[in-house]
């Protein structure tokens, strides 16, 4: 049991936090990684068992590269490069299914005005990472050419992946979900006009989209339901034994959401 593990940057260094009860937390503990970086950030964190596999990103010769964590009890880690291209890239999210791991982020395509496309890796045991194909996007001139797509969440439900991202770059236009059997063929469609996800994740029968203009459902992670919208900026959710609890900000407020999924 390795207790209660956050996840994210301390002193410009990718770091975990770790805690028995929730409630006290040890210092931050900064991660290594191979080739050396002294800026990086963990965005994404999942537990297996005894393992713990993180992605996020790690600048390297001056332009960000996607970067993955793994360590057996939350002591010690071992960090490296997911990928590493001239462009560079990030990795935002990953999830643990029954065909291993999967993570999201985007690349690069260009090294000036770049643009972004969805990017995908998979692993068995989260140590060793492939790229799988690229996943479709939206032709970034019929999206008026603007920066690309991002895949920026993903979650695993009964052996079906689902991811929600958007193209736009920063400025989050338009938002895409993707689903997929196994991580590696994946189908794309685009969500309702001015709905932009951040984050998806899996509650119940059912997978969870939190966003830009409240929630959603989906069965399939292709086909969503809107939920009652709620103005606020809603940037992540989890699943809890009595429904989900989801966070986001309204201003410069904090605003914690729970209910359930019928």
């Known amino acids: ?40 950030e963990v965005t994404g964190l999942v ?16 332009i960000p590269q996607p970067a993955t964590w793994v360590s057996d009890g939350a002591t010690e880690w071992v960090g490296r490069l997911l990928s590493s291209t001239a ?20 690349l690069r395509t260009t090294s000036f005005d770049p643009v972004l496309s969805p990017a995908v890796w998979v692993s068995s045991d989260g140590r060793s990472w492939t790229s799988a194909p690229p996943p479709p996007a939206p032709d970034p001139q019929s999206q008026g050419g603007e920066a690309g ?24 236009q338009d938002g895409f979900a993707w689903a997929s059997p196994d991580g ?4 794309m469609a685009p969500l309702d006009e001015n709905v932009v996800a951040e984050n998806v994740t899996a509650v119940g029968s059912e ?24 103005a606020v900026l809603m940037f992540v959710a989890t699943s809890t034994p009595d429904g989900f609890v989801a966070a986001g900000l309204d201003g410069n407020s904090v605003v914690v959401v729970t209910g359930k999924l019928p």
């Open 1 to 40: 049991d390795t207790g209660f593990v956050a996840a994210g940057r301390s002193n410009g260094m990718a770091a975990v936090w770790t805690s028995d009860d929730g409630r006290a937390w040890a210092p931050a503990h900064n991660l290594p990684l191979s080739p050396s970086s002294n800026d990086s």
């Open 47 to 62: 537990v297996s068992g005894r393992e713990l596999v993180a992605v996020g990103w790690a600048n390297v010769g001056g």
């Open 87 to 106: 462009q560079g890239g990030e990795a935002f999210s990953l999830t643990a299914g029954p065909h291993g791991f999967v993570a999201v982020g985007d």
């Open 149 to 172: 797509t991002t895949m920026h969440s993903v979650a695993n439900l009964g052996g079906t992946y689902a991811a929600v991202g958007w193209d736009g770059g920063e400025s989050a």
């Open 184 to 187: 590696l063929t994946w189908k």
């Open 207 to 230: 997978f969870l989209a939190v966003g830009l203009d409240g929630l959603g459902t989906s069965q399939d992670g292709l086909h969503w339901s809107q939920a009652p919208r709620i």
